[in-house]
Every structure is written in C-alpha cells, then in structure tokens.
C-alpha cells in the first residue's frame, strides 16, 4: 500500500512496482493508510512524511501507529524530508523499516531491491537519514554528563521552579543548588553571554531530550 499525497509520485510508484510484479493499493493519506490497512494488511507499506491535513509527520506517524497495530509491519518512508524524533523512533521500532529520501533514489531496480529488503524483514536506511540521526544524538549527548542530582534540578527548572524552590523541594541549601545549576551550564556547553538566557537554553535542551 502507498500513502502519498502527490497523484503523480503515487501512480508512477504504481507503475514501477506492478512493472516489477507487486500488487499495489494506493491510498491517498495518513487516515487512509490506517483504515486500508486495518482492513487488509498488506507486505508492506510505502509512505511520505509530510501528510494531508497539516503536512507536517501525518504519514511517520500513521506509519508508527501501523507498526503498533501490526507487529512488525514493514514500512518503507519516502519522502524529501527527515523528521528527526518519529524518525529515530521509527528506526529503533525493529526489523523491517526503511527510510529513503526522494530526491537520492535514482535508480528504479535499486528502489524496488530496497522495498523488498524491508518487506523481507530487513532495514534499509539512506545515509543522510543515518547522519541526520547520529546529528540529533551528538546534541543529546552533554545531558548524559549530568549527575543524577543535576538531572533533578534540571527538571524541576524545567518546571519553571526557582532556585529557592527547587532547594526547599530537594531539602538542600540555596547554595548547593547554585552549584548544581553552574554545573548544569557548563556541562550543557552555555556560557555566559549577554544575548542568552542560559537557564531557558538548559531547560529547552533537556526537553528536546
């Protein structure tokens, strides 16, 4: 089954794979692929990202929410974009996934070996995606270097929690959490700068976390 909102990308993907000998259902978007599927569960299932109503992860989604339904459906996304955390998430899902971008696919025979790899339980993932991935995770990384301490003072900062407040919640000094918080900053890599506010930066990173 396809899930693609261009008519034109859609029947030529028809084409190729009934050329290629697959029976195909095209389906128009993300709420269409998960009734096509709940009633008839295909080998595999093509979609973009960028989906109607909103254009924005519809089709990943729909296509993680498959992958809940179905264990272990294979779900092969072809789309020009790469949306980093359904992504990651996707990726990490199990055997038989694939994440090809639209505009690196340049050979026909490649593309339909690909969907067959991930419809035989493989996974076939582009290497801008891959780099676009290990990118978001390198950014994640300074987090790991915070204590458990620092961890809890960082939430409840993210709580929007003062450091009065966070000292009288974690039964410590003002004092003590001052140095939690300056060691926060520090491991996060944000200095002091007079266009920053490093207590919101701190804060934003541990919830792109």
Same mark, same amino acid.
């Given at each position: 089954?396809?899930?693609?909102?261009?008519? $034109?990308?859609?029947?030529?993907?028809?084409?190729?794979?009934?050329?290629?000998?697959?029976?195909?259902?095209?389906?128009?978007?993300?709420?269409?692929?998960?009734?096509?599927?709940?009633?008839?569960?295909?080998?595999?299932?093509?979609?973009?990202?960028?989906?109607?109503?909103?254009?924005?992860?519809?089709? $990943?989604?729909?296509?993680?929410?498959?992958?809940?339904?179905?264990? +272990?459906? #294979?779900?092969?996304?072809?789309?020009?974009?790469?949306?980093?955390?359904?992504?990651?998430?996707?990726?990490?899902?199990?055997?038989?996934?694939?994440? /090809?971008?639209?505009?690196?696919?340049?050979?026909?025979?490649?593309?339909?070996?690909? $969907? =067959?790899?991930?419809?035989?339980?493989?996974?076939?993932?582009? #290497?801008?995606?891959?780099?676009? /991935?290990?990118?978001?995770? +390198?950014?994640?990384?300074?987090?790991?270097?915070?204590?458990?301490? =620092?961890?809890?003072? /960082?939430?409840?900062?993210?709580?929007?929690?003062?450091?009065?407040?966070?000292?009288?919640?974690?039964?410590?000094? #003002?004092?003590?959490?001052?140095?939690?918080?300056?060691?926060?900053?520090?491991? $996060?890599?944000? #200095?002091?700068?007079?266009?920053?506010?490093?207590?919101?930066?701190?804060? /934003?990173?541990?919830?792109?976390?």
């Amino acid at each position: 089954m396809i899930a693609e909102d261009s008519a $034109l990308l859609r029947e030529g993907l028809r084409e190729i794979l009934t050329r290629f000998g697959h029976e195909v259902r095209a389906v128009a978007d993300g709420a269409g692929l998960l009734a096509a599927v709940d009633g008839q569960v295909p080998d595999v299932v093509v979609t973009d990202v960028r989906m109607p109503p909103d254009f924005r992860d519809e089709g $990943l989604r729909a296509a993680l929410e498959l992958r809940r339904r179905h264990a +272990r459906l #294979p779900v092969l996304v072809l789309s020009q974009y790469v949306e980093q955390t359904y992504a990651t998430e996707l990726v990490h899902s199990g055997a038989g996934v694939g994440y /090809l971008l639209k505009n690196r696919v340049g050979d026909v025979t490649e593309f339909v070996d690909a $969907l =067959e790899r991930v419809a035989g339980g493989g996974t076939v993932i582009d #290497p801008d995606v891959v780099r676009h /991935l290990l990118s978001r995770r +390198r950014a994640l990384v300074p987090l790991e270097r915070l204590t458990a301490r =620092e961890r809890e003072v /960082l939430a409840l900062m993210a709580e929007g929690r003062s450091n009065a407040a966070v000292a009288r919640r974690l039964d410590v000094s #003002p004092a003590a959490v001052a140095k939690h918080v300056n060691g926060i900053f520090t491991k $996060l890599g944000l #200095p002091v700068a007079a266009d920053d506010h490093r207590r919101v930066l701190a804060v /934003l990173a541990y919830l792109r976390a």
